[in-house]
């Protein structure tokens, strides 16, 4: 079963916009990662943030955990065509496993 | 480095058949994980492995599916007789060990399985 649902399942904005996209889990984590597909490459890390992180930034991307509310979001400023992918969210399943569960994903398309 | 790569890309076999699928993590990588994926769905965990102990299956996983990793390098994961709901996308990703903390995966291309 998904332990991620992500929120929106799918998005479209025009290029320069903001994407925003939630995750949420069930159970209580060690981290959450989030990932990005396309064609072609394949999943591609993008950021990893512990569960005594409230916020990360790396270069457009922003990401946010609330563990109270077992929740993510991941904010994609200045959006490019290029960003166009599904995006993954993916937590450990906790219990000291290193076992990943990712989520159903958020096909974003950003038009040109 | 060049990265997790995965052998072959692309697999057609018959209901029945044996497959087996074969992934080089990133040399230094201690942990070695096996997904499944289907369309317009997420990777679904199957098993993953610490050097060459393998240390958690997915209980969704039927007897059909072995995987293994000798000497802790690379691996391979077996489906024996073959149906129809195997077809996916097949991921290997590694990952550091870094002092016992959760690190990010580093995927290969997959292989795409087709059973007919």
């Known amino acids: 079963s998904q332990q991620g649902e992500e929120d929106p399942q799918a998005l479209s904005i025009q290029e320069g916009e903001n994407a925003t996209m939630n995750c949420s889990y069930k159970t209580s984590i060690n981290n959450l990662q989030w990932y990005r597909q396309n064609s072609g490459r394949g999943l591609v890390h993008l950021i990893l943030i512990r569960s005594n992180e409230r916020e990360k930034h790396s270069g457009r991307l922003r990401v946010t955990l609330d563990t109270s509310k077992k929740s993510s979001s991941l904010l994609i400023t200045a959006s490019r065509a290029a960003d166009t992918a599904s995006y993954f969210c993916?937590?450990?399943?906790?219990?000291?496993?290193?076992?990943?569960?990712f989520g159903t994903g958020t096909r974003l398309k950003v038009l040109a | 480095d060049t990265g997790v790569s995965q052998d072959p890309r692309h697999k057609i076999t018959k209901r029945g058949q044996n497959v087996t699928f074969r992934c080089d993590p990133i040399s230094e990588h201690n942990r070695l994980y096996w997904y499944r994926q289907t369309l317009g769905q997420g990777p679904e965990f199957l098993t993953y492995?610490?050097?060459?102990?393998?240390?958690?299956k997915s209980r969704l996983l039927s007897d059909r599916f072995s995987a293994e990793r000798p000497k802790g390098s690379f691996s391979t994961l077996e489906i024996q007789r073959t149906e129809q709901g195997d077809s996916a996308m097949y991921l290997c990703?590694?990952?550091?060990?870094?002092?016992?903390?959760?690190?990010?995966?580093?995927f290969g291309p997959g292989t795409r399985l087709t059973v007919l």
């Open positions: 492995f610490q050097n060459e102990a393998q240390l958690e």
């Open positions: 993916a937590t450990d399943a906790g219990g000291g496993t290193y076992k990943y569960i």
């Open positions: 990703a590694s990952s550091p060990l870094a002092g016992g903390f959760y690190n990010e995966q580093f």
